[in-house]
Each structure stands twice: as structure tokens, then as C-alpha cells.
């Protein structure tokens, strides 16, 4: 069966310091991977999403960046973290394109 | 892009009553799905109902699905307190940007 794996699950970071969120996926291949962020009280916002190794697509303007270095997985970066980059981060991934499954999410409190 | 919203935002019944969300959204779709997130977790695939379908079971859970009204409804029958958890619904059309989440309803169930 497949399984999802993100980490850290909380972090409390300085403002201007890096970011650097790991997920990985187990018992499948070629997956699209999903980076969401979902601020307090609110929906989900996609930030990035990969089809594929090396594959990176943007969906808004940001202080944060994703590499896809291997098939399964899939990493969130910042350079330097500002305030308004707190919030909870989701890795998730799909195969057909319908049903997405989430990992357990990481708290980012940027102080 | 299209978009889920719930209504109502908020909603707190007594345990074994029916507890009724709505969602609606703006564009075409290929199908509508509903998630369930517990406090400071990740989300939980629920239910998904394409868009060539009206009503769709699983246990207790409901959904059904206008297409010419952009609606849906999630209906969970016999409430629990472990029902209680913020509900998402997301539509997608299959592609590889994923899936679109509204802001959720949060779901009380009082013992």
C-alpha cells in the first residue's frame, strides 16, 4: 500500500532564516506530488505541484521554492522565511490525476 | 480556476442528529470530491462523485451533486463526536494541477 511521509512535523523558525520540508512517497511510481499551504481558519492554497522528476510548476508568486529530486521525493524551500510565511504545509500526491492523498502536514510558526 | 465554497462555515449539532454542508462552485468539472480534516492534521479523502452522477453512497455519508445548480451536499446520518472535523469539498478536472479546496465547514457534534 502506498504511504506518505512528511517531516518536520513542527518547526518554529526566525524570520530571514532558510526552510527546508521533506516529503516522501512509498509503494508507487511516477506520482504528482503537491505542496499546499493552508493558513489558519482557511481553505487550501496549492503552491506547487510536480509531474515528474526535475518538474516544477508554480502556482502563485512567492517567498518559497520546490525540487523534485527523486521520483517520490518532493522538498519545500524558502531562502529566507518572512512572518507571512507561517502556516501548515501539506506534501500530497495522486496517481490518476482524481483522489489526492495528504501527509500529516508541518506546522511552520516563523517568529 | 474553480473553486469549492462550504456553507455554512460553521455548524454544531447534537450527536445522533443529521448534519447537512454545502458546496458550491463556479466552473465545469470533471468531479467533486469531499475531504474530512481532524484538528492539525492532514485531509482525508471522504467521498468522490463525478460529474455524470447525482448521489453517491459510503456508510453514513451522502453526497449528491447538481451540476446545473454548480451544488453539492454532504449529508453524515447519525452523527458521532468523532464526526467532529472540518470538511472540504474540492473539484478537479482530472488534470495535473490537482484539485481546488474551498475554506471548509467546521463540524461540531455535541455529546
Known amino acids: 500500500s502506498q504511504t506518505i511521509h512528511q517531516w518536520p512535523a513542527t518547526l518554529v523558525q526566525p524570520v530571514g532564516s532558510p526552510l527546508s520540508l521533506e516529503c516522501t512517497v512509498e509503494g508507487t511510481s511516477n506520482p504528482n506530488l503537491y505542496w499546499y499551504r493552508q493558513a489558519a481558519g482557511r481553505g487550501l492554497q496549492l503552491l506547487f505541484y510536480s509531474v515528474g522528476i526535475g518538474q516544477i510548476s508554480s502556482e502563485v508568486p512567492q517567498n518559497l521554492s520546490a525540487s523534485r529530486p527523486q521520483d517520490r521525493q518532493f522538498i519545500l524551500s524558502s531562502k529566507k522565511l518572512l512572518l507571512s510565511d507561517s502556516g501548515f504545509y501539506l506534501c500530497a500526491w495522486t496517481e490518476s490525476g482524481n483522489t489526492i492523498y495528504f501527509g500529516e502536514g508541518s506546522w511552520l510558526t516563523v517568529v | 480556476s474553480q473553486q469549492g465554497e462550504e456553507d455554512p462555515q460553521a455548524l454544531s449539532i447534537q450527536e445522533g442528529e443529521n448534519a447537512t454542508m454545502n458546496c458550491s462552485y463556479k466552473t465545469s468539472i470533471n468531479n467533486l470530491q469531499w475531504y474530512r480534516q481532524n484538528s492539525g492534521r492532514g485531509l482525508v479523502h471522504l467521498i468522490l462523485i463525478r460529474s455524470n452522477e447525482r448521489e453517491k453512497h459510503s456508510g453514513r455519508l451522502r453526497v449528491t451533486l447538481d451540476t446545473s445548480k454548480k451544488s453539492s451536499s454532504l449529508l453524515i446520518t447519525a452523527s458521532r463526536a468523532a464526526d467532529t472535523a472540518s470538511y472540504f469539498c474540492?473539484?478537479?478536472?482530472?488534470?495535473?494541477?490537482?484539485?481546488?479546496f474551498g475554506k471548509g465547514t467546521h463540524l461540531i457534534i455535541q455529546p
Open positions: 474540492a473539484t478537479g478536472l482530472g488534470g495535473a494541477d490537482g484539485l481546488t
